[in-house]
């Protein structure tokens, strides 16, 4: 089956501009999580959707902001963009309800360069 | 609040030594633990969890709660095993694998 898919791969923006950036779930996953990844402070959880809901949400201001259309495509949103933002985004889809052996699978990530 | 600690940036070892990747968490409640592996140019993927008590490539790992670790080993490194580490912790219960708790990883190479 085809896994997570995220897009752009790749992206260039100005300081104070907004970006979109784009998860497409393994088909039957229900939960989307976005994590940032940086040199510094490594990988970070943003926040996760579940059935088109918000379920749990990381330490990061509301300028970061996403969300879950019904057929648990998820989209990610960073307004005001500023320099620090730069870093790799990933995606990662999972079932999100208790099950044996389920397991979180990742996208390739967005890579966003703010200049 | 929870916290994963990989105390080691980088290790080295040459091939057939046994390597062992630390990890340390805090965490109030009941925790699930992972290592997931990013080889190089592909894409973050589960190695194990404790739950499942399962080797992986030869890897193990297995929670000590008292000593609040999860540490992963393997007897005799490959050149393969080269790659970054993480080890990721999430609350218990399968409704919350969609939150992780991630180390700093670990970048392991394994010398001919």
């Known amino acids: 089956k085809a896994g997570v898919t995220q897009t752009p791969r790749y992206l260039i923006k100005t300081r104070g501009q907004q970006v979109t950036l784009s998860c497409s779930p393994i088909?039957?996953?229900?939960?989307v999580s976005w994590y940032q990844q940086t040199p510094g402070q490594g990988l970070q959880f943003l926040f996760e959707?579940?059935?088109?809901?918000?379920?749990n949400k990381g330490n990061f201001p509301g300028r970061f902001s996403g969300r879950q259309f019904s057929n648990s495509r998820s989209e990610m949103n960073v307004s005001t963009l500023e320099l620090g933002d730069s870093a790799l985004y990933l995606c990662?889809?999972?079932?999100?309800?208790?099950?044996?052996?389920?397991?979180?699978?990742f996208g390739q990530g967005t890579r966003l360069t703010v200049v | 609040a929870q916290r994963v600690t990989q105390p080691e940036k980088l290790l080295s070892v040459f091939k057939g030594a046994p390597v062992e990747l630390k990890c340390n968490y805090s965490?109030?409640?009941?925790?699930?633990l992972f290592w997931y592996v990013q080889y190089s140019r592909q894409r973050l993927q589960l190695l194990l969890r404790?739950?499942s008590r399962e080797s992986i490539k030869g890897f193990t790992a297995d929670l000590n709660k008292g000593e609040t670790s999860f540490h992963l080993k393997k007897p005799f490194a490959q050149e393969e095993d080269s790659a970054m580490y993480y080890c990721?912790?999430?609350?218990?219960?399968?409704?919350?694998?969609?939150?992780?708790?991630f180390g700093q990883g670990t970048i392991l190479t394994v010398h001919p």
């Open positions: 990662a889809s999972s079932l999100g309800v208790q099950a044996m052996n389920t397991e979180a699978f």
């Open positions: 088909s039957g996953h229900r939960s």
């Open positions: 959707y579940f059935s088109e809901t918000q379920r």
């Open positions: 965490y109030s409640g009941s925790p699930e």
């Open positions: 404790h739950i």
């Open positions: 990721a912790l999430s609350r218990a219960g399968g409704t919350s694998y969609g939150k992780l708790t």
